[in-house]
């Protein structure tokens, strides 16, 4: 797919991240554009391609945009911003006598997309990114790895969508509508792999990293995950149960975090316990 030359010039600088920067249009209030950093080409058109895909299974996700390049050859996307809209996360902590209403919505969101069924030849299997990431992790030992491994094709198969970074901050709201973001990592498989990182997001991480990110004391993202529980999993479930069986999933998160960080990630390795 060619990309469509666009004008920096016609854009202001709004944010930044690992992988580039975003800018809001500077007459367009809801034009935005993500740009990746030079040399990246391929990560912005694979990007696009995956959310077209992804809002073709007629998941509530922003419509995708369009693959663009500017003058000095930076790749990106343009897409249309959603005016008035709102995360799960910050909406709990501008609003937390609400949040009961917040999590029982996102929870209610998180079992519809789990609902779905996903062709299996068009999206990589969450099991097999997970073997990749253990693969490629050098903190494990030999026979650590061939722990966790054994934990992961254990887990039964399911044919159904997972987000792959379900995270109370990717999914927002306005008004009635309600969208999931962020699906970068959208695959298929089991749907503890996914429910795990909201249980890490709300329970394990400290109260430094979630104040920061989710704008929340981890009090207030416990309390959420406490109320998400019983609507996702059914009331009739002990919390405690819950926890025990969603925790591991939780811990195999580490394979990403210690990815990202180059670093081994003790209090979050804490949660493989059981399986190591």
Known sequence: MDAI?????DYVLSGGGANGESYDHKTDPSVMLKLYFPGKITQPLDEMNLARKV???GIPTPEPGEYVVTEDGRYGIRFKRILGKKSYSRATA???ELLE???GEFAQMCRDLHRIHVPKDQFENVKDRYYRLLEENPFFTPKEKEAIGR???DTPDEDTAVHGDLQFSNAIFVGDERYFIDLGDFCWGNHLFDVAMVYLC???SDDAFIRETFHMPKTLS???WQAFAPVYFGADRPLKDIEAEIRPYAGLKTLIIERDTKCPMPEFRA????VL
Do not use: R, T, V, W
């Not at 949660?271 to 059981?274: D, R, T």
């Open 5 to 9: 030359k666009i004008s920096l010039n």
């Open 55 to 57: 809002f073709n299974l």
């Open 94 to 96: 501008d609003h937390p």
């Open 101 to 103: 209403q917040y999590a």
């Open 151 to 153: 934990f992961i094709a």
């Open 202 to 204: 709300c329970c394990l």
């Open 222 to 224: 416990e309390k959420f």
């Open 271 to 274: 949660a493989l316990k059981g």
